[in-house]
């Protein structure tokens, strides 16, 4: 059970007004807000102990490594890697698809094919579309239904002895679809093309258990699952990062250097060329740990009641359409009402206090399908409110006889 009350008290943040309103923080999907502890981790981070790692003989730079490499290993456990070195520490789920798809620019050949969802964020789109361009690979794209779920037939027929890779987020940002990927990574597994998931989105719901999953590679970012900004993951199966070459050369990613021949490190070094987010790595262990004592099935449950209750109000609003209608959802309700533009109705709730997201949500491809410029997206953490929502629909329906 959530005790909301005492969980507020958490956030710092939430006891500010915006225009001189309450905040009603509803643009969770796009940043989640952070809990004091992670606040003093940072703190005490360049308070106490603030020195680069594994170099240094002193003291400040052991804690420091010891912090840093403790993080690694919370991140390992709370996924479920095998192997802590199988995990990257990248600054964000953008980061750690470069990484991947770069790296697969080694692998890859002319007419050979790699997968995408329909639903993907531009950032599992775009870095795939480059990398076509470099190696003559071809992008298919595996279609959505009117209800804001993936054709997952389809997607059965798109797979074959060509398929090399498949990506697809684990949730959808825009929409808050949750993707049947144990079904996607499978069958992908039965013509040995590798499967990335994009967990961005879904971090902060779900807790994946990435060898039950079977992925070969899972990604994410901290700032979402309340951690800091500028620091996230990647997990890499074993296999898949001793076969992809390193993606940034520099220090710390080397074993020996000189001018006739450089060795690399081992992982996870390899992947981690330079100086990382110190700081961020530490917090991002904090925020899974408060993460943790909060639960899962805790968040999971009393935010699908926060979805619930938000879905019935705003659709007793004349007009109000609500797109991604699936009914394995996260707490993400995107809407338009009538012809109003979405940016008109954020730039009102903002003079009310209330933080939501308009426009495409960086995944324009899914605006196209519904013929639409973008919606409002109201998403919902573990640290909302029903009285919240009370506010926000009321917002929304003076926002609504503003503009019509
Ligand atoms: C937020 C998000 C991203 C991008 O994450 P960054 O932290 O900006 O790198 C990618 N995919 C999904 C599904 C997201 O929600």
Same mark, same amino acid.
């Given at each position: 059970m959530i005790n909301v009350?005492?969980?507020? %008290?958490?956030?710092?943040?939430?006891?500010?007004?915006?225009?001189?309103?309450?905040?009603?923080?509803?643009?969770?999907?796009a940043t989640s807000q952070t809990p004091q502890v992670v606040i003093d981790t940072i703190v005490d981070y360049y308070s106490n102990y603030n020195a680069n790692i594994h170099r240094g003989v002193h003291t400040l730079s052991q804690e420091a490594t010891d912090k840093y490499e403790e993080a690694r290993v919370k991140i390992q456990q709370h996924f479920n890697a095998k192997n802590t070195y199988e995990i990257i520490l990248t600054s964000g789920t953008t980061h750690s698809i470069?990484?991947?798809?770069?790296?697969?620019?080694?692998?890859?050949?002319?007419?050979?094919?790699?997968?995408?969802?329909? @639903? %993907?964020?531009?950032?599992n789109i775009v870095p795939w579309q480059m990398l076509c361009e470099k190696t003559g690979a071809i992008l298919k794209v595996i279609p959505m239904l009117e209800d804001g779920s993936l054709d997952i037939e389809a997607y059965h027929t798109i797979v074959n002895q060509k398929t090399k890779l498949v990506f697809c987020n684990h949730v959808s940002n825009a929409l808050g679809t949750v993707n049947p990927i144990e079904e996607i990574i499978a069958k992908a597994h039965q013509f040995n093309a590798a499967v990335l998931i994009d967990g961005a989105q879904a971090t902060p719901h779900i807790k994946p258990d990435v060898q039950a999953l079977d992925v070969d590679?899972?990604?994410?970012?901290?700032?979402? @699952?309340?951690?800091?900004?500028?620091?996230g993951m990647l997990y890499g199966k074993e296999e898949w990062l001793e076969k992809l070459p390193p993606y940034q050369g520099g220090g710390e990613m080397i074993a020996t250097v000189s001018f006739e021949k450089t060795t690399y490190a081992g992982l996870p070094h390899k992947f981690e060329a330079g100086t990382p987010n110190i700081c961020?790595?530490?917090?991002?262990?904090?925020?899974?740990?408060?993460?943790?004592?909060?639960?899962?099935?805790?968040?999971?449950?009393?935010?699908?009641? @926060? @979805?619930?209750?938000?879905? %019935?109000?705003?659709?007793?609003? %004349?007009?109000?359409?609500?797109?991604?209608?699936?009914?394995n959802k996260t707490a993400v309700i995107s809407f338009n009402v009538k012809e109003i533009h979405p940016y008109d109705i954020g730039a009102i709730l903002d003079k009310l206090g209330i933080a939501v997201r308009t426009g495409h949500h960086c995944a324009q491809p899914i605006m196209d399908f519904y013929k639409i410029p973008g919606t409002v997206r109201a998403s919902f953490s573990f640290y909302n409110t029903k009285e919240e929502i009370d506010v926000f629909v009321n917002g929304v329906k003076r926002a609504v006889r503003m503009l019509s």
């Open positions: 009350d005492k969980i507020r %008290e958490d956030f710092p943040i939430l006891k500010r007004t915006v225009h001189g309103k309450p905040l009603v923080y509803f643009d969770n999907a470069n990484m991947i798809a770069s790296g697969f620019s080694a692998l890859l050949e002319k007419d050979d094919e790699i997968i995408v969802s329909a @639903l %993907e964020h531009h950032s590679f899972y990604v994410a970012s901290a700032h979402k @699952l309340c951690g800091p900004t500028g620091v961020g790595g530490i917090a991002f262990g904090t925020a899974i740990d408060y993460m943790n004592s909060v639960g899962f099935k805790n968040i999971a449950n009393y935010e699908d009641e @926060l @979805l619930k209750y938000g879905t %019935e109000q705003l659709l007793k609003i %004349e007009g109000l359409k609500i797109y991604g209608n699936t009914s």
